[in-house]
């Protein structure tokens, strides 16, 4: 599976923004898919994932209630919707599919893993 992560940027505190993981390579929907992010000198950090008919979803504590995570298996692309963003959300956030349909918050569990797009919340 080939993943590119797309969608980030620089926005204030209080906004939103929108990333896309598209995929290719595998059957999509056999594919569960996840959010990670990471600041320098700390550990890839859980955001949030889905399963693969994107009927069940996680979300860390950190971003429950603010994130949203969806898929579109017919266009084969994963969205994560962020609003109300901190400041602590500043991170590289890297989208990452397994070879299961069943979702996981675990990093080792996930097989493939996109170049990653940075988010900056910032005034």
């Known amino acids: 599976v080939q993943l590119q992560a797309s969608g980030g940027g620089l926005v204030p505190p209080g906004g939103s923004l929108r990333l896309s993981c598209a995929a290719s390579?595998?059957?999509?929907?056999?594919?569960?898919l996840a959010w990670f992010r990471q600041v320098p000198g700390k550990e890839r950090e859980f955001v949030s994932t889905?399963?693969?008919?994107?009927?069940?979803?996680l979300y860390s504590d950190a971003v429950a209630g603010r994130f949203t995570i969806s898929r579109d298996n017919a266009k084969n692309t994963m969205y994560l919707q962020m609003s109300s963003l901190k400041p602590e959300d500043t991170a590289v956030y890297f989208c990452?599919?397994?070879?299961?349909?069943?979702?996981?918050?675990?990093?080792?569990?996930?097989?493939?893993w996109g170049q990653g797009t940075q988010v900056t919340v910032s005034s």
């Open positions: 990452s599919g397994r070879d299961s349909p069943y979702f996981s918050d675990l990093a080792p569990r996930y097989n493939y």
């Open positions: 390579g595998r059957t999509f929907s056999r594919t569960a």
């Open positions: 889905i399963s693969g008919n994107g009927e069940s979803t």
